[in-house]
């Protein structure tokens, strides 16, 4: 079986114990890059390894493409190859924040065509919370793995251009990932500059999660999203939040109400607000 949006612990422990599965701890905190690095050694899913947001999961910032541009495809996949990635292999990805930095991941392969990639279901807290034991330090001795690019999916994004000019056209539905505070224009120290995209939807990306910290259920989910759409059609919608990344938990969180084709705007708030012609809302 092949998992590409969501596994459970138990799925996942049946996985490693049939020794084919390629784990993959994302953990980050965007107020502290160095946490993640030291969460991981401090105590990880047996044989995870380590994917650093800013360094393994972005490509380098120029000053005008956002926070966390899309890596280059050839460096992502020889970064995975290094970790011992093989072609097809069921990758799992996890993090202890809800899953956005795992959802990342889960994105970053589906652009490039890896599709048996799954999001482990409450991240860390659900392995610990299910009595399994974690394993600690840098991890073990690696063989390099097969795994290559196919080139990236041309209908995955959109750029700053189509979205400045959906503006006016209003062909497609901007879904903002960010918290209500953030989208309305409260001050934030991520946010240079307050506000949204003028004629953006607000959906933190939180609100796709029950109390537990788990994915709510696929029904719940489409009845959400639903309700954020109105009208228009999955395949009609760009995700965006502050920097691309917590928008690809919307687009998980999409696939698992069976909500497929949203598009990605991987420069998103960060990237909208350096060139000071570009409109902002408020409220």
Known sequence: MTFT??????????LIAKGDVFVADCDFDLAAPDAGRAAYAGGHVPGARYFHLDDDLSGPMSGTNGRHPLPDPEQFAARLRAE????GQQVVAYDAAGG???????WL???VGHDAVAVLDGGKQAWEAAGEALESGPGGAITMGSFSAKAPDPKAT????????????GERLVIDARTPERFRGD???????SGHIPGARNRWFKDNLDAAGRFKAPAVLAADFAGVLADTAPGAVVLQC????TACHNALAMAVAGMEG???YPGSWSEWIVDESRPVERG
């Open 5 to 14: 949006t969501l596994i459970s612990v138990a799925d996942l422990k049946n």
């Open 84 to 87: 011992g990635l093989n072609a």
């Open 100 to 106: 956005p930095y795992a959802a990342r991941l889960w």
């Open 109 to 111: 392969l589906r652009w």
């Open 158 to 169: 959109v750029d700053v251009a189509q979205v400045l000019a959906n503006i006016e056209t």
């Open 187 to 193: 001050p934030n120290p991520l946010d240079p500059v």
């Open 242 to 245: 502050g920097s691309g990344v």
């Open 262 to 264: 949203a598009k990605l």
